[in-house]
């Protein structure tokens, strides 16, 4: 079982960046794959990227690409999101979650969640 605790969200004006933690428990969570969710006041969950679980292969939604990065250090049982040029669209409580699978995309059903990070984006 893998527990997950995020960490890095804020307050930041528009055009600016932060990173988001995911700090993992547990031994095995180099075998996990990661991903990172938000939501926004009154709507749905949606992804934002993934990760598998060696670091090497990354996926995002298209509405982020070019902005976020993904990355991950296992000898840390971390995971990051590196969020730059933010935009008011990107005020959402963040989640990372985990799964043990080989193999992810943007489809990926996961297992474990963390409680989220709140990030707001000023205009």
């Known amino acids: 079982q893998v527990q997950l605790v995020e960490s890095g969200g804020g307050l930041v004006q528009a055009g600016g960046s932060l990173r988001l933690s995911c700090a993992a428990s547990?031994?095995?969570?180099?075998?996990?794959?990661m991903g990172w969710f938000r939501q926004a006041p009154g709507k749905e969950r949606e992804f934002v990227a993934a990760?598998?679980?060696?670091?090497?292969?990354?996926y995002y939604a298209d509405s982020v690409k070019g902005r976020f990065t993904i990355s991950r250090d296992n000898a840390k049982n971390t995971g990051y999101l590196q969020m730059n040029s933010l935009k008011p669209e990107d005020t959402a409580v963040y989640y990372c979650?985990?799964?043990?699978?080989?193999?992810?995309?943007?489809?990926?059903?996961?297992?474990?969640w963390g409680q989220g990070t709140q990030v707001t984006v000023s205009s």
């Open positions: 547990g031994r095995t969570f180099r075998r996990y794959a």
């Open positions: 990760i598998n679980w060696s670091g090497t292969s990354t």
């Open positions: 979650a985990a799964r043990y699978i080989i193999m992810v995309d943007t489809t990926t059903t996961y297992d474990y």
